[in-house]
């Protein structure tokens, strides 16, 4: 892979033109022709994630099975083509495994195209951005025209656990949920800052992704989502408003890494790094965190806004949240999640309350609003 200036090129599939339905109602937005998506603006109930491992499992309501999986992202088909809107579903994944210090060490997936291509790509997305003039927009409504150019592109699990050593993953082509939440977050700040480089993107993700934005090996990683968004409000990245919405209090041990030690190849032989998840698992279960049960996400509906963070919070011991994705507001009131589903795609679920309601062992939401960089 070529390298320019330090930082490895990577593409940015964009799934047909965008017309904005929603915030962007009074614009008419062109097309660019990079890649055509598979799922425009469908609607695919069921499915909800949050780990980026290898191994993951999938909860039936139906008949309480646990089916294990040694590779999600073998079977993502099969649950497409087999899901029925009678059954509720979820794909329950354990904490992620993402960090940043070292911009030399950038890794992009296998599924890549060319260098040149991949700058290509990027560079029309710029354009594009350019061209329509998105940097006037509020950062919601440009994470929300972004999030719309995903929809169709591949959902893949274990994207940031491709190499021992823990690297900086970048793609743009295929997500897993976080991923998701994390690139087109980059991507928005990257435009709201007139910026339009991709080295300015990547620092983007960096900084995101790892405790104070530094990659310092693979205990560096924000794992937890309740991780991700303390250290992130932390730094003045994102607003945690849960609480304000009317949350309540979490009240559980996070601890789902440090008892499922088997699950994870960094952990299992790696003494360190098993020291060090035990420590943070310590220091993030002195945090306090609420979520809206889930039966009273409606009642938020008129705060809510598009691009707002959305985590689906479980009652699954030892892990917080079991999902992610972002709020896609509708000219009428609606409130729809945008999110990278373990069905297959980026997708967009018309009712978030509804959604929330069919995963199995989702308790309600978390809601964390970026902030506006002007």
Same mark, same amino acid.
């Given at each position: 892979?070529?390298?320019?200036?330090?930082?490895?090129?990577?593409?940015?599939?964009?799934?047909?033109?965008?017309?904005?339905?929603?915030?962007?109602?009074?614009?008419?937005?062109?097309?660019?022709?990079?890649?055509?998506?598979?799922?425009?603006?469908?609607?695919?109930?069921?499915?909800?994630?949050?780990?980026?491992?290898?191994?993951?499992?999938?909860?039936?309501?139906?008949?309480?099975?646990?089916?294990?999986?040694?590779?999600?992202?073998?079977?993502?088909?099969?649950?497409?083509?087999?899901?029925?809107?009678?059954?509720?579903?979820?794909?329950?994944?354990?904490?992620?495994?993402?960090?940043?210090?070292?911009?030399?060490?950038?890794?992009?997936?296998?599924?890549?195209?060319?260098?040149?291509?991949?700058?290509?790509?990027?560079?029309?997305?710029?354009?594009?951005?350019?061209?329509?003039?998105?940097?006037?927009?509020?950062?919601?409504?440009?994470?929300?025209?972004?999030?719309?150019?995903?929809?169709?592109?591949?959902?893949?699990?274990?994207?940031?656990?491709?190499?021992?050593?823990?690297?900086?993953?970048?793609?743009?082509?295929?997500?897993?949920?976080?991923?998701?939440?994390?690139?087109?977050?980059?991507? !928005?700040?990257?435009? #709201?800052?007139?910026?339009?480089?991709? *080295? %300015?993107?990547?620092? =983007?993700?960096?900084?995101?992704?790892? +405790?104070?934005?530094?990659?310092?090996?693979?205990?560096?990683?924000?794992?937890?989502?309740?991780?991700?968004?303390?250290?992130?409000?932390?730094?003045?990245?994102?607003?945690?408003?849960?609480?304000?919405?009317?949350?309540?209090?979490?009240?559980?041990?996070?601890?789902?890494?440090?008892?499922?030690?088997?699950?994870?190849?960094?952990?299992?032989?790696?003494?360190?790094?098993?020291?060090?998840?035990?420590?943070?698992? !310590?220091?993030?279960? #002195?945090?306090?965190?609420?979520?809206? *049960? %889930?039966?009273?996400? =409606?009642?938020?509906?008129?705060?809510? +806004?598009?691009?707002?963070?959305?985590?689906?919070?479980?009652?699954?011991?030892?892990?917080?949240?079991?999902?992610?994705?972002?709020?896609?507001?509708?000219?009428?009131?609606?409130?729809?999640?945008?999110?990278?589903?373990?069905?297959?795609?980026?997708?967009?679920?018309?009712?978030?309350?509804?959604?929330?309601?069919?995963?199995?062992?989702?308790?309600?939401?978390?809601?964390?609003?970026?902030?506006?960089?002007?």
């Amino acid at each position: 892979m070529r390298k320019m200036f330090g930082w490895a090129f990577v593409g940015l599939v964009i799934s047909g033109g965008f017309r904005s339905d929603l915030a962007f109602q009074a614009q008419e937005y062109y097309p660019i022709s990079v890649s055509q998506g598979t799922n425009r603006s469908k609607d695919t109930p069921g499915g909800g994630e949050a780990c980026r491992d290898a191994a993951c499992d999938v909860l039936e309501v139906e008949d309480e099975e646990l089916i294990k999986y040694s590779y999600l992202s073998r079977d993502v088909e099969n649950l497409s083509a087999n899901f029925s809107p009678t059954r509720r579903e979820a794909l329950v994944f354990p904490p992620s495994q993402t960090l940043l210090s070292d911009t030399q060490n950038v890794t992009v997936s296998e599924s890549m195209s060319s260098a040149a291509d991949e700058i290509e790509q990027f560079q029309q997305v710029m354009e594009w951005a350019i061209v329509q003039h998105l940097h006037e927009q509020s950062l919601a409504d440009i994470i929300q025209a972004i999030a719309h150019q995903f929809v169709g592109t591949p959902y893949k699990a274990g994207l940031l656990d491709q190499s021992a050593a823990e690297t900086l993953v970048v793609t743009l082509q295929e997500f897993d949920c976080v991923l998701f939440v994390e690139t087109v977050l980059a991507i !928005a700040r990257t435009i #709201a800052r007139q910026d339009y480089s991709y *080295p %300015t993107f990547v620092a =983007h993700i960096q900084d995101q992704r790892y +405790q104070n934005g530094q990659l310092h090996g693979y205990c560096s990683r924000l794992h937890y989502f309740s991780a991700w968004i303390h250290d992130n409000q932390k730094r003045g990245t994102v607003t945690n408003i849960t609480q304000a919405l009317g949350g309540i209090p979490l009240n559980k041990r996070l601890n789902f890494m440090s008892t499922h030690r088997h699950r994870y190849p960094q952990l299992v032989n790696n003494q360190a790094n098993y020291d060090c998840i035990l420590e943070m698992e !310590a220091q993030l279960n #002195a945090v306090s965190l609420e979520y809206i *049960p %889930t039966d009273q996400v =409606h009642h938020s509906y008129n705060q809510l +806004q598009s691009g707002d963070i959305i985590g689906i919070a479980t009652n699954i011991a030892g892990l917080d949240v079991t999902h992610t994705g972002f709020i896609d507001r509708q000219s009428d009131g609606g409130i729809r999640l945008i999110h990278a589903s373990p069905a297959g795609a980026v997708t967009i679920s018309s009712d978030l309350q509804q959604y929330v309601g069919n995963i199995k062992n989702a308790i309600g939401i978390l809601v964390v609003r970026p902030n506006d960089l002007r």
